[in-house]
Every structure is written in C-alpha cells, then in structure tokens.
C-alpha cells in the first residue's frame, strides 16, 4: 500500500496540466514555464520534488513552486542521481574538469574537497551574508571554505550517528564500548541477534565506525592531507577500535552477517521485526522508526550518544549534503545560490526533517524544538566531519575492504589494517 501511495504522488506531480499558471507549474524533471528565457540545470538527489516519501514530495513540490515564482523568466530543468552516490560523484566531477557539468549540482559533503582541489566550483561568496556564514557549525563552515577564504558551496543538512536501542531489552543506555557488548549479549540471550552496524563495501561501513577512532582523538591524515593513521600512536587507536569491532562479532555480541550490511534500512526492517534491540543508525532514523511502527512498539524504542572506549571519550560523524554552482554564467551561480538559500537553508530541513546547519535555525523551525531533535543538536558538539582531503574517498574505500577481512576472521587485524595504509598513501603519492 505504501508503494502506491508513493506511485500515485509521483504520478500526480508528474502529470499536472500544461495550462497551470508559469509561477505553479512544476513536473517530473523541470519547475518554471517551458518558454523561460532562461534556463538553469540542477543535478539532485531524492532531496526534492521526486522524493519516494509523498509528503515530503509534496513539500519539496510546493517549497520549488514558491521559488520558481520569485524568479520569473526562468526554468529549472532536474536532473536525478542514481542511488549509487560515489559513482554519481565521481562522474560529476569528472563533467566538471571536462565542461560538461550541470549549472548546479548536489555535491556530498564528503566529497567536496575533490571538488575545491579539481577548482570547478564558483564562489558562493558574493550571494551569502557574513551573519548567515558565522551561525554555520564550525566543522560546516570549514568545509565549504577555500584556501582563499571564499565559501565554494552551501552545506545545508547535517547528519550524526546515535545508538538505537529497545527499552524494554536494554533498560539503560550503555555509556563504554564494554557496555555495548554485555548489553548484545544479554540481547542475544533473549533471543536477538545483537548489535547491527553497517560493515560491507559502503561509505557508512567507514563512517559509522570512524567515531570509535575519533573518540580516541585518532586523526585520519595529516594537515597537508597525507594519510597517518597506520602510523605510531595513530596505528595503535586505529588497531584498537578495529578490535572493538572484530570482538563484537567473534563473541557473538554482533551476528555476522553484520558484514554483508551496506544499508540503514535493513535496521528499520530489523526493529520492525522485533529480531534486533540495538543498532547504530543516522538521526534521521528516528522519523522512519515512529513511521515504520506502531505507537505501542516506537515508545519501546530510545538513542543515546554513541558510547566512546570510556564513557567521557566520545566522538560522532557528521555528514549532510551541498549545493554548489559549476555554471560559467554568473547569472545562474546566483540562481543556483538563491536556490540554496531560499529552498534548502531552512524550508527543506524542515520539509525533510533534516538537520539545519546553521545554530539559529533550531530556534526558528518548530520541528526542531522536540526533545529528540534537542538531543541531536547537543550531540553534534562531539560530531567530526570527515577530513577536507582529496583522498578521502580512496581512503575510505580501503577502510571498507579491511573491514570486510576483519569482520569475516579472513585476516588479523593489524596486517589488514597495514595494507589499508599502504593503499592509501599510494594513493595519496599518486594524486601529487
């Protein structure tokens, strides 16, 4: 029934009449009247009017009717992403070397840096205000600047992992990664399968995992981007919270299959199916949870800040998504910036629910006022971004396949772990 909910609302955007005002008309792949005199294409995820959720399709419909209408004469033609982002990603920037990009483009916030060193994004600088810079979240503001101090893009969600849990199972919420294990396993004795996290070939294998180095004041690479962390005291923090893990598994606190897992949603399904009472997940799951399940079994469900190597070591990752222009027409970088500011900064955090980054913003929108979203707030106090350096997608990839070797008992820790580094580093020798 869900599915044809979501058909049905799909089918009705795509289908409103020709003859609807200019300033209302919208359809599956472009907003604004089809004889604008201007035209701006803008690469996107499922964060707009194409949205499988109705109701935030619906949302995103209205938010790109109001902007189309404070900007006559102009057409947005939407061009969709495929869900396989890094690919996505990576071709993008490949058009943007090449001249082939669109005006204006979705860009994850991971793999910005690629995009700042390739130097194909244009300047946001001039479309935004001091005061709207300095209420971003110091790691955001980091991540959108140049070397040359201007700004290269607009980040305007944010995300961070917690620790879901079932109350019920697990009353309190465990505070230490020793914590995490002995509450799995008294799951598992009541028949649960332990704790779940992604740990297959998936950039949130990486990043999930990535707060239990953090925690430990672990750094990935160095201040001119090289890779450290299978040197010295980094190798050992790293080795440590790959244990963490690889211990999880081997004592059955966590199945094995964990290793097969590339998904958020496999943990929505999971709790939906009773067969878990913990999992590490994004924010954003909280919504999809009180969606997924009935009222009597959501209030079961709790999160908590995810647990560190002692209970005042504690780290998260903080990811979100970008707009940024690649046009050569200022006309439409400003279109594309106006089209941050007024749709995404704001109006589509709350459509979506979706983390604002900026402080004041919490204040501004009722939906962020709830305890829940309270909590996250704090919680991004301790959140790091992944490091603005190129090589971090490679980095993270070898990341993923010592996760797969650790996880599966194929090798021991530290050789893998040592090969990650070496790839990385040739990688990083290779890029200078």
Not at 65 to 86: C, N, T, V, Y
Not at 182 to 187: D, N, R, T, W
Not at 196 to 207: H, V
Not at 281 to 305: R, V
Request: with cysteine; net charge neutral; proline share 5%.
């Amino acid at each position: 029934m869900k599915k044809n909910r979501h058909a049905a609302a799909l089918v009705a955007l795509l289908t409103i009449p020709a003859t609807v005002h200019a300033s209302d008309m919208i359809t599956g792949d472009t907003v604004g009247p089809a004889d604008a005199p201007n035209k701006m294409t803008f690469r996107m995820t499922t964060d707009g009017p194409r949205n499988n959720d109705p109701v935030v399709a619906e949302g995103y419909g209205k938010l790109f009717k109001q902007f189309i209408a404070q900007h006559p004469g102009w057409r947005i033609e939407l061009q969709m992403m495929s869900g396989d982002i890094g690919q996505e990603q990576a071709r993008l920037v490949e058009q943007a070397k090449s001249g082939n990009a669109p005006d204006c483009a979705a860009v994850d916030s991971f793999v910005l840096p690629l995009f700042k060193k390739a130097g194909v994004l244009k300047s946001f600088s001039p479309y935004f205000k001091k005061e709207e810079i300095d209420q971003l979240f110091p790691f955001i503001r980091e991540g959108i600047t140049g070397s040359d101090g201007q700004i290269y893009a607009w980040w305007w969600s944010t995300d961070l992992r917690v620790l879901y849990r079932n109350k019920d199972i697990i009353p309190d919420a465990p505070q230490t990664w020793d914590d995490i294990k002995q509450a799995a396993l008294q799951s598992v004795k009541k028949g649960m399968e332990g704790i779940l996290f992604n740990g297959s070939r998936y950039e949130g294998t990486t990043f999930d995992w990535l707060a239990n180095f953090w925690a430990q004041g672990g750094k990935l690479v160095d201040d001119a981007g090289k890779p450290i962390f299978g040197e010295g005291v980094e190798r050992a923090k790293f080795v440590k919270a790959v244990n963490y893990y690889r211990d999880l598994v081997e004592s059955g606190a966590a199945p094995k299959r964990v290793a097969t897992i590339g998904n958020y949603d496999d943990f929505n399904a999971a709790a939906a199916a009773g067969t878990t009472a913990l999992f590490v997940g994004g924010n954003w799951q909280y919504a999809q949870l009180q969606s997924a399940l009935e009222p009597e079994e959501m209030a079961k469900w709790t999160f908590s800040p995810l647990p560190g190597p002692t209970k005042d070591a504690r780290s998260t990752g903080t990811g979100g998504w970008t707009v940024a222009a690649f046009a050569s027409d200022p006309a439409k970088v400003k279109m594309c910036a106006d089209l941050a500011r007024e749709v995404y900064m704001g109006p589509a955090n709350e459509v979506q629910g979706q983390l604002p980054t900026r402080a004041d913003l919490y204040d501004k929108y009722k939906i962020f006022s709830s305890d829940a979203n309270k909590a996250f707030a704090a919680a991004l106090k301790v959140g790091e971004a992944r490091p603005g350096a190129a090589v971090y997608p490679e980095m993270s990839n070898q990341i993923q396949i010592m996760m797969g070797k650790v996880l599966t008992g194929t090798q021991a820790t530290e050789a893998a772990v040592d090969e990650a580094f070496k790839a990385s580093l040739a990688a990083y020798h290779n890029s200078h």
